[in-house]
């Protein structure tokens, strides 16, 4: 039996795109959800086998409904990653001309990203956002919007023409997707791999430096770190971290031992292959010594370690 995958939906976004790229696309059926929090629940209550959501961007940064989503339970875990160069076009109903578009619509961070076209070309224009691209295009044909920022394929699939072409403002930009599934065997490390974790720790002074330094003694370069609040408690924030390296290996193990001890909540969220960053080298193994009174607290972040190796929840 084909797996099913979830993506953000509906047909031609820049998500599908991504996601096509992927070996796992090969022979399964992909079904388009409305918005990424769709697809994580699709692959939670199990009537997908993964989904394909976009994280962040080069431009507009990360995808907030995505990374409050991946520390909702119940857990899920990366497993590939793909990235895309996003080439916005502008698409309208046939015989519409420039001076006829009076709204323009599209995913936030299509926006973003043609901010300056739009603000150059169609200034007097309302702006409305949309759950993806392709949904923009979709809201064209129906006649709900004049004209939509979106991927040049949608035009063939909602019988529109393009106004403009290549309308992004900055033309390197490049949005990295997450294939996401449910716990399960995590992928073989291949020395070129990211690891992505969201941790919670006391508010004090110097605690997120502590954080930090589990990984800098360990060798092991931050690549992002993003905060977003938890919803429930006032002043109080999910630490999103991406770092270089495999759960497998001895450094990473070591460093999520240590943030399991240090912090209140560790939320791990996968260890997998890095897209288009070059190889990675594994970083030399250090250790910092334990204090008085920790053995039991190393012992139970080892055992937590070793479940989630064996494929286990976050």
């Not at 578009?101 to 150059?120: E, K, L, Y």
């Not at 991406?242 to 193990?253: S, V």
Request: glycine share 10%.
């Amino acid at each position: 039996m084909s797996s099913r995958i979830a993506f953000l939906g509906p047909r031609a976004t820049f998500t599908e795109q991504a996601l096509r790229s992927l070996p796992e696309a090969d022979g399964a059926e992909l079904v388009p959800c409305n918005g990424s929090p769709a697809v994580l629940a699709a692959v939670r209550d199990g009537s997908v086998d993964a989904g394909c959501v976009p994280i962040e961007n080069t431009v507009e940064g990360a995808v907030p409904a995505v990374l409050d989503g991946l520390v909702a339970d119940p857990p899920l875990v990366i497993v590939r990653e793909a990235l895309v160069a996003p080439r916005f076009a502008v698409l309208v109903r046939p015989g519409t001309k420039l001076d006829d578009v009076r709204s323009i619509a599209s995913h936030p961070h299509g926006i973003a990203q043609t901010r300056g076209w739009i603000a150059d070309h169609l200034p007097d224009a309302q702006v409305v956002m949309s759950t993806s691209t392709a949904e923009a295009s979709a809201q064209v044909a129906r006649g709900e919007v004049d004209a939509a920022v979106s991927a040049p394929l949608a035009a063939e699939l909602h019988g529109l023409d393009t106004l403009a072409d290549d309308v992004a403002d900055n033309s390197g930009a490049v949005t990295r997707c997450a294939l996401v599934r449910r716990p399960g065997p995590l992928p073989a490390p291949t020395g070129h791999d990211r690891t992505s974790i969201a941790a919670t720790t006391e508010n004090r002074p110097g605690a997120l430096l502590g954080v930090l330094t589990e990984l800098a003694v360990r060798g092991i370069d931050l690549t992002r770190i993003e905060s977003r609040p938890i919803k429930d408690r006032h002043a109080e924030y999910w630490f999103h971290l991406d770092c270089t390296g495999h759960i497998a290996e001895p450094a990473m193990g070591e460093a999520l031992a240590a943030l399991h001890r240090r912090c209140d909540r560790v939320r791990f969220l996968g260890s997998y292959p890095r897209a288009g960053n070059g190889v990675g080298q594994a970083p030399a193994r250090t250790v910092l010594p334990l204090g008085d009174g920790d053995e039991q607290a190393f012992a139970e972040s080892w055992a937590w370690v070793e479940a989630l190796r064996a494929g286990g929840g976050a």
